[in-house]
């Protein structure tokens, strides 16, 4: 291999790394301000797309390393894992093509250090949208333990702080490329900005209500197991009871907590209406549903009456772990047998983000999803309370990972979030994104939080105000280019 290229491979690889350590599960968040430096040294000269793969390649395999617990229930895992992490891979591929290019073509550096950010965070979006979105490996996520950090979401969404990280390496670089100290004053600027926007006011006061938050450990083995039926019913009312303690308004239980469906059976249902009128508090319980023929993942919430009060659908379901997007394409080329021994039968997506009672209920990773919950919020929930079965991931890095993305639907929304989870993090974030409480312990925690009213301006606007400013960044940098041009004949 030419000594280029080896260069070329390790500064990629140590791009990739250090992106990885900055995401949550190690104790480094800030390392992503620096992480993106190395790969735009490897950017300088030739081809950029091998070097955006290896980088890419880097990343995914340390940051989705807990996707490989599942190999417990099916060694396809292993190639399935590494096919997805080389197909995330090409978004960075195409990143280090397009900007390999620019550096040759364009020589102003105004132009570069917009350019960079806007282009990486548009890819981020990209690979985050649509049925094969997952949500998690986005830059912005590292800076989730850093509230005075991440407080712009609230006003231009999630994706414009991983645009801000971006901006930040991309300033470091060129200080370091071209020893000015100008682009380093820029890179502290735009974390100065960052954290003077959190001076800015935020409303937490509303009508109070105390939450109590149901917390267990069942392995999924365990979850799966219909003969465990009888016995985790008791185990989780018996939580209940804990919960009601503490008198609270409301009991939050994670995702699909028993291997039935609750509402379509008579020994299921009475007994969490019994415990909402004992107790006089709302129960709010994941649970699998059975509806004409197809079966949904939903939240339902019981009044302290024990009436069902409605219930919530989940419009995104887990990409390969409830739907097998594209299956009729798969079966077409002969693949039916292959697909149905992975995925036998699918969940059927909700239709809407329908609030229950004012509370938006994001099931799983959907709380990964930054339209998730804006769309809860903008159709009037006042609270969030996110359920979640963790147990898939046998307590991998996975858990703080899925954790840092409700921190983000609590600022981008500024509600208060309650996460209810099973084998994972159940706690309470603010609208600031100060974690109130967390627990992985089985046991039930109380919590005081407030239903709020006010949107916040990327609720309201979602995220055309950053692509209006990436568009006025753009041609900006055009303008800058083309002066350049002319003065350099």
């Known amino acids: 291999m030419p000594t280029l290229w080896k260069k070329k491979a390790v500064l990629a690889i140590g791009a990739g790394a250090a992106m990885a350590l900055a995401m949550p599960g190690f104790p480094v968040g800030a390392l992503s301000l620096v992480a993106l430096v190395p790969l735009l040294f490897a950017l300088e000269e030739g081809n950029g797309f091998f070097p955006g793969v290896i980088a890419g390649f880097a990343f995914f395999l340390v940051d989705l390393r807990w996707l490989f617990t599942l190999t417990r229930f099916t060694p396809l895992v292993v190639p399935g894992v590494f096919l997805l992490v080389l197909c995330l891979s090409t978004y960075f591929g195409v990143f280090g093509l397009i900007i390999a290019y620019a550096r040759r073509r364009w020589k102003a550096d105004g132009a570069f250090v917009i350019v960079v950010p806007v282009l990486f965070t548009l890819l981020e979006i990209l690979r985050n949208i649509g049925p094969l979105a997952l949500g998690y490996s986005s830059l912005y996520q590292s800076l989730y333990a850093y509230p005075r950090l991440i407080q712009i979401v609230a006003y ?26 100008g682009f380093a004053l820029l890179a502290v600027g735009a974390i100065a900005i960052l954290i003077s926007i959190s001076f800015i006011p935020v409303k937490t006061d509303g009508s109070k209500l105390d939450v109590g938050i149901v917390s267990s450990r069942v392995p999924q083995e365990e979850k799966l197991d219909q003969k465990s039926l009888m016995p985790l019913l008791n185990r989780y009312l018996a939580l209940g009871q804990q919960a009601a303690a503490t008198d609270p308004d409301m009991i939050v239980f994670p995702e699909s907590i028993l291997p039935d469906y609750i509402l379509r059976d008579d020994r299921l249902l009475p007994r969490f209406a ?16 059975y509806r004409r023929g197809k079966i949904y993942n939903s939240v339902v919430t019981l009044s302290p009456g024990g009436e069902n009060m409605g219930s919530y659908d989940m419009v995104h379901p887990v990409p390969f772990g409830e739907v097998i997007p594209g299956r009729s394409l798969w ?27 004012g509370i938006g209920s994001p099931i799983c990773f959907e709380s990964m999803l930054p339209a ?3 769309a809860f919020a903008a159709g009037g929930a006042t609270l969030l ?54 627990t992985q312990k089985e046991q039930a925690t109380s919590v005081t939080v407030s ?39």
Request: aromatic share 10%; glycine share 8%.
């Open 156 to 181: 231009l969404g999630p994706w414009s702080l991983t645009a801000a990280i971006v901006f930040v390496n991309t300033a470091l670089y060129l200080a370091l490329r071209r020893c000015r100290f």
């Open 274 to 289: 019994d415990l909402a009128r004992t107790t006089g508090a709302k129960i709010l319980f994941g649970t699998g549903d």
């Open 331 to 357: 079966e077409s080329i002969g693949l039916k047998r292959l697909v149905d021994s992975f995925l036998p039968v699918e969940l059927t997506p909700g239709t809407s983000h329908t609030p229950v009672d």
């Open 372 to 374: 998730a919950s804006r």
């Open 385 to 438: 309370a996110v359920v979640t079965n963790d147990a898939w991931f046998d307590e991998s890095s996975e858990l703080p990972a899925h954790f840092a993305g409700a921190v983000f639907c609590a600022v981008s929304t500024r509600r208060y979030l309650i996460q209810a989870a099973n084998m994972g993090i159940s706690g309470a974030i603010d609208p600031r994104g100060r974690i109130m409480i967390q």
């Open 451 to 489: 239903r709020l009213t006010a949107k916040s301006v990327y609720t309201r606007f979602g995220d055309i105000p950053l692509y209006i400013l990436f568009v006025v960044g753009l041609a900006i940098a055009v303008i800058m280019e083309r002066r350049n041009s002319r003065v350099a004949h």
